[in-house]
């Protein structure tokens, strides 16, 4: 309970720092890869209907809205929020809660870009909605005890679906035919949500959603695996030849981990996330494909992942200028295109150290051959 109170301390002193006599965080159910859900972070629960809430006072006081109301149950179970409560008619029960608990005025939204236009205009005679999406992702920049243990959680899944590749994958399986054996594995394990990008080919040109496309004896087979557990994130950028590869192959992909090796020693506490592109970047350029290493062959070396990553949430490349934070998640990966062998993945989510990087995953990042 110490940790629950701990999360909730901070974001009462995030919302009185900022003058705000409270803070709604709204979610229309939705938590993906591509849509992480600020109220399943504060929540810890995730809900399922179109239109919930957290409402939290500058005083202390808070109470979760959940719809449908026969959701209360299941959400009251997983939540540590006590005032749990069903609705049917959404805004006008929030509009209830903001009447009983007295709050008026300037209030913080997080989560609004999910908040129906209907809902947003039932509220806005009662309160000012100030946007305050900044106070989840502050809250979870530092990753509590509990959320460790999910994101170890959701790294031993990505381990497992890469495992179900290398174990199930053999030439005439279609790529889609691979993603359903990763899958599997990974629910099986308790994956909330699953992400897959597979390309194979002699030569691929780019990483894509699997398609039906027949695995040959000698094609490079590229992907990335990205887990969801209770709204912690996990990838891995994984390469596997069907058969012995070319020298060179092994050759680029040398390159390719040297350059993964560089860029993590420049993570720590305090260190700007450009220098990981930077030292990337320049291994690879300096073995000639400088070229190789921005658009349009290359975008990003990386990313922010999940709620409380690298804000806002998107690109580490050379112009990144934001600073790494302790036990802040990253996706770092020196994936590359490259004129001998084609496109090669290689990276992974780490964490930041006190002291330097923390590896989460316990498979190895390497050039993986399956003998067929």
């Known amino acids: 309970m110490a940790e629950k109170n701990h999360k909730m301390e901070k974001a009462l002193d995030l919302i009185n720092k900022k003058g705000l006599e409270g803070l709604i965080v709204f979610s ?35 109470a979760l809205l959940v719809e449908p109301a026969w959701d209360v149950a299941r959400m009251a179970a997983k939540s540590w929020i006590a005032d749990v409560r069903g609705t049917s008619h959404f805004s006008d029960d929030l509009l209830g809660i903001l009447d009983a608990y007295g709050v008026n005025g300037t209030v913080g939204l997080a989560g609004g870009r999910e908040m129906a236009e209907e809902v947003y205009a039932a509220l806005s005679p009662k309160v000012k909605l100030e946007p305050a999406d900044g106070i989840i992702e502050t809250l979870a920049q530092e990753k509590s005890a509990r959320e460790l243990e999910i994101i170890y959680r959701a790294a031993r899944i990505a381990d497992i679906g890469f495992e179900a590749l290398l174990d199930k994958v053999r030439p005439g399986m279609r790529e889609y035919d691979i993603a359903a054996e990763m899958e599997y594995a990974m629910r099986v394990e308790g994956a909330d949500d699953i992400f897959i990008l597979l390309s194979s080919g002699p030569h691929n040109y780019e990483m894509h959603e699997p398609t039906d496309r027949r695995l040959k004896k000698g094609d490079i087979l590229i992907g990335e695996i990205t887990p969801v557990c209770e709204g912690q994130f996990m990838q891995l950028c994984r ?134």
């Open 28 to 62: 229309c159910g939705t938590c993906s890869i591509l849509a992480p859900s600020y109220l399943t972070y504060f929540c810890e629960a995730r809900p399922l209907g179109p239109r919930n809430a957290a409402v939290v006072t500058k005083d202390g006081k808070v």
């Open 239 to 372: 390469t596997v030849t069907l058969g012995e590869p070319a020298p060179i192959v092994f050759e680029k992909y040398r390159m390719l981990l040297h350059a993964f090796a560089e860029s993590l020693a420049q993570i720590r506490p305090g260190a700007e996330a450009s220098g990981i592109s930077k030292a990337m970047n320049q291994v690879i350029s300096d073995a000639g494909y400088a070229k190789y290493c921005y658009p349009p062959y290359m975008r990003a070396r990386g990313h922010g992942f999940g709620i409380g990553s690298i804000a806002p949430g998107g690109v580490i490349d050379d112009n990144t200028k934001t600073t790494l934070d302790r036990l802040q998640a990253v996706v770092v990966h020196p994936n590359q295109y490259l004129p001998e062998t084609g496109y090669l993945a290689c990276g992974e989510t780490v964490l930041v150290g006190i002291n330097g990087v923390q590896r989460l995953a316990a498979t190895e990042t390497k050039l993986y051959v399956k003998e067929v």
